[in-house]
């Protein structure tokens, strides 16, 4: 597609309940990462795929939280036993070029909007 | 943390007006990013500037780099009020397989 998208763009969900986000990255993007906002804040780094390896997985915040990749394209983010400090925008981005010295320029998708009840 | 800092954190000035914000980082750096973000949806790529540049232009866009001070700053000249948005500036480290650093973002809005 021409863009990374994300889907679904908004989940609401009961405490305790499992979720799963997708991102699709833009096609031939070698890297994809996520990123959690909460609102009013920055962004905070979770995990990111070359290929479809994960070589920095420090950001994510508990084992509630994994991610995986595949066919180095889609990605889904699953966060078990949501908790209501997990609602938040997780956002998603994808780059033609690896991290490193190279300077990639990340492209990101919608995020999606978690509401944990 | 790693994590870098701008300044202001919120800027509210009238159209027409230039607006400058201010980056730290603590990393070393390869290159120097700054992304913007409308209503807390996804980030826009603006400017790229490589930890060799001092300066980079791009539009109503001005980027300085000062790499002995670990600091960047994001001048937008005459602006409008389209530009109200999030701010945020990103650092590119030196080492492969490390990705970027984002800052925490300033606010800025901009009254017609």
């Known amino acids: 597609g021409a863009g990374v998208s994300q889907s679904p763009s908004n989940k609401v969900t009961e405490k305790g309940k499992d979720v799963e986000l997708r991102c699709d990255p833009i096609s031939g993007h070698t890297a994809l990462y996520w990123y959690r906002q909460r609102l009013g804040q920055g962004l905070e780094f979770l995990i990111y795929f070359q290929g479809n390896s994960a070589p920095d997985k420090s950001g994510l915040p508990s084992d509630r939280f994994s991610a995986e990749r595949t066919g180095e394209s889609v990605s889904t983010l699953t966060i078990q036993r949501t908790q209501q400090e997990d609602s938040a925008v997780y956002l998603c981005?994808?780059?033609?070029?690896?991290?490193?010295?190279?300077?990639?320029?990340?492209?990101f998708g919608p995020g999606t909007r978690l509401l944990v009840l | 943390s790693q994590q870098g800092e701008e300044d202001p954190q919120a800027l509210s000035i009238q159209e027409g007006e230039n607006a400058t914000m201010n980056c730290s980082y603590k990393t070393s750096i390869n290159n120097l990013q700054w992304y913007r973000q409308n209503s807390g949806r996804g980030l826009v790529h603006l400017i790229l500037?490589?930890?060799?540049?001092r300066e980079k232009h791009s539009g109503r866009l001005r980027v300085t780099l000062d790499t002995s001070k670990k600091s960047s700053s994001l001048l937008i000249t005459a602006s409008r009020a389209a530009d109200t948005a999030s701010y945020f500036c990103a650092a590119g480290p030196n080492q492969a397989g490390t990705a970027l650093i984002f800052g925490k973002g300033t606010t800025l809005s901009v009254s017609s």
């Open positions: 500037i490589r930890s060799n540049e």
């Open positions: 981005a994808s780059s033609f070029l690896a991290p490193g010295p190279g300077g990639e320029t990340q492209y």
